[in-house]
C-alpha cells in the first residue's frame, strides 16, 4: 500500500507542475482536487467516533487505574520536551544558515508587496484566536459541558476526557453490568478499523490528487525568492527526523529505525498530503497499532493527544522563521531572546490547543514575545502551504516515536508483533494488515 501511495505522491507533484507550466490549473482545481478533498473528508469522519471508541475500550481493559496517570504524566514530560529540543534546533540552524541575510533592496521589496495585505488577514484571525485562549480556559476547555455537542464539532481534548472518564467508570461498576456496554463498544471499534481499511483503499488517487492540486495551484516562483528559507526549514525537519527521531527510537524505545519508518509510511504520506495531523489519526493509529506492536490503548490515548498538543515540525519551523524574519529587518536576536523564543514556542504549542491555523498563532505570539515585526508572517506566508505538510509529516512522526516509547516504558511494545508484520528486513509481509 505504501509503495502505491508514494508512486501517487511522485505523479501527483509531476502532473500538478505540468499543470502549472501549461497553464491548465483550473482543470486540476475544478475536476480533480475534489477527489482529494472526498478522501479527507471520509478520513476525517471515522476521527472522532475512532478515537472514542478505541480510547474508552482501551481505558476500561486498564487493570490498574493508577498507570494511566502514570502515562499522562509521561506523556506530558515527553512531548514537553521534544518540543523545546525541536525549536532549539531550529534555532541553531537559522543562526549557522542566516536565510533572512544577503537580500538585495530589490528583492526585499518585491517579497514586501501584498505582504502586508496577507499579515494584517492572518494576524487578525490569530488576534482574535489567542484572545480565547489562556492557561486557566485550556484546563477548563478540556472539560465538556455537552459530550454530545463535543463529539459533533471534533473537540478532541474535550472528547479525550470523556472517554477516558467513562472508560475508568466502567471498571468501577460490577463487570455484570460493564461487560455488556464494553462488548458494544468493543465491536464499534472494530467497525471504525474496518471502515479505516476500506477507506485506505482509495488512498493513492485522495494523495494524487491533494498533492496534484497544490502543485497546480501554487507553483514553484516564490520557493525561489525563498529558497535559502526554505532549504533552511527542510533542512532542519530532515535533520530532526533521522538523528533525534533515530536516537530516541533505538535508545529510548528500543525498537529497529528502519522497520519503524517503513511501517509508519502511509501516515507520513497522507499527512504530508493533507497538511493535517487531526486527518491522520485514523491511518496513524493503523500503523502503529497493526505494523508496529504498540497496543490500542496506549496509542488511541497517546496519539490523540499528540495530534492536539505535540508539534515538533511546527515548533523547529517557528525557531526557523523567527530569526529569518528578524535577519529580514536587520533584528539582531541576544541569547535571551532565542531562550524566550524555544520558552514561548513550547508554551505556545500547548496554548493553541484546538485554534484553526496553530502555526500562524504560535508565531505571531513567539514574535511578539521578542519584538519582532508581526507583519514580517506576511513575508513567508506564500510558501507556507508547501512547508506545512512537510512539518506535518513530521509531527504525526513525532507523535508515533513518542507513542513507541511510552509503550516501550510501560513494558507493552510488541516488537516481534512488528517483526511478523514487516519482517527483519522492514520490506511488508504479504501478510501484512495493510490492505
Not at 467497525?191 to 481499511?197: R, S
Not at 513525532?398 to 514487516?422: F, H, P
Request: aromatic share 8%; proline share 4%.
Amino acid at each position: 500500500m505504501h509503495t502505491r501511495i508514494l508512486l501517487a505522491l511522485v505523479a501527483g507533484a509531476a502532473f500538478g507542475f505540468a499543470a502549472n507550466q501549461l497553464e491548465f490549473s483550473g482543470f486540476v482545481i475544478t475536476y480533480i482536487r475534489p477527489v482529494g478533498t472526498a478522501f479527507i473528508k471520509l478520513i476525517s469522519m471515522v476521527v472522532v467516533p475512532l478515537v472514542f471508541v478505541a480510547l474508552l475500550v482501551g481505558t476500561a481493559s486498564l487493570k490498574d487505574i493508577r498507570s494511566l496517570g502514570r502515562i499522562g504524566i509521561r506523556t506530558l514530560l515527553l512531548y514537553v520536551s521534544m518540543t523545546a529540543i525541536a525549536v532549539t534546533i531550529g534555532l541553531t540552524l537559522a543562526n549557522l544558515v542566516e536565510p533572512g541575510k544577503g537580500f538585495t533592496q530589490e528583492t526585499k521589496q518585491q517579497l514586501k508587496q501584498g505582504a502586508a495585505a496577507q499579515a494584517d488577514a492572518a494576524i487578525a484571525g490569530a488576534s482574535a484566536a489567542r484572545e480565547k485562549t489562556s492557561v486557566v480556559n485550556l484546563l477548563l476547555n478540556i472539560i465538556p459541558a455537552n459530550p454530545v455537542r463535543s463529539l459533533a464539532e471534533g473537540q478532541m481534548l474535550q472528547v479525550i476526557f470523556f472517554a477516558v472518564l467513562m472508560g475508568i467508570c466502567l471498571t468501577l461498576i460490577p463487570p455484570e453490568r460493564a461487560k455488556p456496554v464494553t462488548a458494544f463498544f468493543e465491536g464499534a471499534n472494530e467497525i471504525f478499523v474496518k471502515m479505516v481499511h476500506v477507506i485506505m483503499l482509495i488512498a493513492p488517487y485522495g494523495v494524487f490528487a491533494l498533492v496534484a492540486a497544490v502543485v497546480a495551484d501554487f507553483g514553484l516562483g516564490i520557493i525561489w525568492l525563498l529558497f535559502k528559507y526554505c532549504l533552511t526549514v527542510l533542512a532542519g525537519l530532515l535533520i530532526y527526523m533521522l538523528v533525534v527521531y533515530s536516537a530516541i527510537l533505538k535508545f529510548l524505545a528500543r525498537t529497529g529505525v528502519r522497520r519503524f519508518f517503513r511501517g509508519l509510511r502511509p501516515a507520513q504520506l497522507v499527512a504530508f498530503s493533507s497538511s493535517s495531523s487531526a486527518a491522520t489519526l485514523p491511518v496513524t493509529l493503523k500503523c502503529v497499532t497493526e505494523t508496529l506492536g504498540v497496543p490500542q490503548g496506549v496509542a488511541s490515548f497517546m496519539l490523540s493527544v499528540g495530534a492536539s498538543i505535540n508539534m515538533d515540525g511546527t515548533a523547529l519551523y517557528q525557531g526557523v522563521a523567527t530569526v529569518f524574519i528578524a535577519q529580514f529587518y536587520g533584528i539582531d536576536l541576544g541569547f535571551g531572546q532565542q531562550l524566550m523564543v524555544v520558552l514561548t514556542a513550547t508554551m505556545a504549542a500547548l496554548g493553541t490547543v484546538g485554534i484553526p491555523g496553530a502555526g500562524v498563532v504560535m508565531l505571531l505570539m513567539v514574535l511578539n514575545s521578542v519584538g519582532v515585526p508581526p507583519e514580517g508572517i506576511g513575508i513567508i506566508l506564500g510558501v507556507d502551504r508547501f512547508l506545512d505538510m512537510c512539518r506535518t509529516a513530521v509531527n504525526v512522526t513525532g507523535d508515533s516515536v513518542c507513542t513507541m516509547v511510552i509503550a516501550a516504558a510501560e513494558g507493552q511494545l510488541d516488537n516481534n508483533a512488528a517483526q511478523k508484520k514487516l519482517g527483519e528486513s522492514g520490506e511488508p509481509l504479504k501478510t501484512s494488515a495493510l490492505p
